[in-house]
């Protein structure tokens, strides 16, 4: 990459940078700047009307035009083992600072109950999780898990109907080519909208965080940061060799801010796609990992849930116990797992959380969790999305050799 190119996309780059920085001013000034919403919430839905093709497109695509089907079960395993694993170690970390820094060091009183809808059964979700009542179910972003799995079947289908050289392989390969251009154009977009995400969020929260919550975002948001330069180097030393810490610093900027405005891991795919590309990973990789990283890969997620954890046993006066430390870290997998790449992850990890935790404290417990889910949740989004592109590193390292990364560098 010249000169050139480099100093428009920092450009760009910064442009969005001053944007959220702006729109933060401005939502601290101005308590009234929710009124800015709808600018940036135009971007997300544009986002979001491109990832369901473009997952189907990409996923289906990517293993319809695999010449073997046996490196297909590679790449998905070794995503889903590096998902768990990095979960667990995010969860363990968080335990480990819950114990150092509690959250709420008295209970509290007169805490007002919260009227709560129906929800699904936990047996409800687990289907809902994998599969769609039809196929008009799979054609929104509230239903990504079950595209990923239909995407996923969908290409070994076509694979063994002729793979890499059939007109349904091509045209998966030519869509997805299709919607990447399409995201450039919306690209030109992102500072407006970035901007008035920003200010919608600092004068809708900023005035909520009392003692007990920035108590936790002391905790929570400097450890996030702290993952980045200290977790990520180590997976991508790990994922890709020598010289792969400058590499996976060079590329992660963009993924990082995209979903830091964003809030959302779906609408952070595209970015994670191009950065992919350009650090020579395997298409097949890159297009497996990143769209399923989305759903599945949630260290920032699991960060949160076992400090909701902590945070509602405070609360109610309760002490977090080491012989609570493998339930915890099971649950904050499992619920991570099942959350969706949508800003607030519609609440699934909440839910889960109060039915195991709070059962008979749940009007309670219900309202205190999302709280804590909405003021966490960029930078715990920030940690998922920015994520994916580095496990791409681990998995290209079991899938395509250690020296991967080295032999894309000399080339």
């Excluded at 060091?105 to 936990?122: F, K, N």
């Excluded at 998922?384 to 080339?411: H, P, T």
Aim: one cysteine or more.
């Amino acid at each position: 990459m010249d000169k050139k190119v480099i100093a428009k996309n920092y450009t760009f780059l910064g442009i969005m940078i001053a944007a959220m920085v702006l729109g933060s001013i401005i939502g601290w000034v101005w308590p009234d700047a929710s009124v800015l919403k709808p600018l940036g919430t135009v971007f997300i839905n544009l986002m979001f009307c491109i990832v369901v093709p473009l997952v189907f497109a990409s996923i289906a695509g990517s293993v319809a035009s695999m010449k073997s089907r046996k490196r297909a079960g590679k790449i998905m395993g070794t995503t889903v083992a590096t998902f768990v694993v990095t979960g667990a170690i995010a969860a363990v970390i968080m335990f480990v600072l819950m114990k150092l820094f509690p959250p709420v060091l008295s209970a509290w009183t007169d805490i007002q109950a919260e009227e709560m809808g129906e929800y699904a059964t936990v047996s409800d979700m687990i289907v809902n999780f994998f599969t769609a009542s039809d196929f008009v179910g799979l054609l929104t972003r509230r239903a990504m898990l079950p595209l990923i799995v239909f995407s996923v079947l969908f290409g070994f289908a076509v694979n063994l109907n002729g793979g890499a050289e059939t007109p349904v392989a091509k045209f998966l390969e030519d869509l997805t080519k299709v919607m990447l251009k399409f995201v450039q154009l919306i690209t030109y977009y992102a500072p407006i909208a970035f901007f008035a995400i920003f200010a919608d969020l600092v004068a809708s929260y900023g005035s909520q965080i009392t003692e007990s919550y920035g108590r936790a975002m002391l905790v929570y948001y400097p450890l996030c940061f702290i993952y980045i330069f200290t977790a990520f180097p180590l997976f991508a030393r790990f994922g890709g060799g020598k010289g792969a810490v400058k590499v996976m610093f060079s590329h992660i900027t963009r993924p990082a801010v995209v979903s830091l405005g964003t809030c959302s891991s779906v609408a952070t795919i595209p970015t994670n796609l191009q950065e992919a590309e350009e650090t020579g990973i395997s298409k097949d990789v890159s297009e497996m990992v990143i769209p399923l990283g989305a759903t599945m890969h949630m260290d920032g997620s699991c960060f949160s849930c076992v400090l909701k954890i902590a945070f509602v046993l405070g609360v109610f006066g309760q002490n977090l116990e080491w012989s609570q430390l493998p339930v915890i870290v099971l649950v904050a997998v499992l619920s991570s797992v099942g959350m969706s790449g949508v800003p607030g992850g519609g609440y699934i990890g909440e839910y889960i959380i109060c039915s195991l935790f709070f059962p008979t404290q749940i009007e309670l417990a219900f309202p205190i969790l999302v709280a804590i889910g909405n003021l966490v949740d960029p930078p715990a989004t920030m940690i998922n999305a920015a994520g994916d592109y580095v496990v791409s590193y681990i998995v290209s390292r079991y899938v395509d050799g250690k020296d991967w990364l080295q032999k894309k560098l000399a080339a």
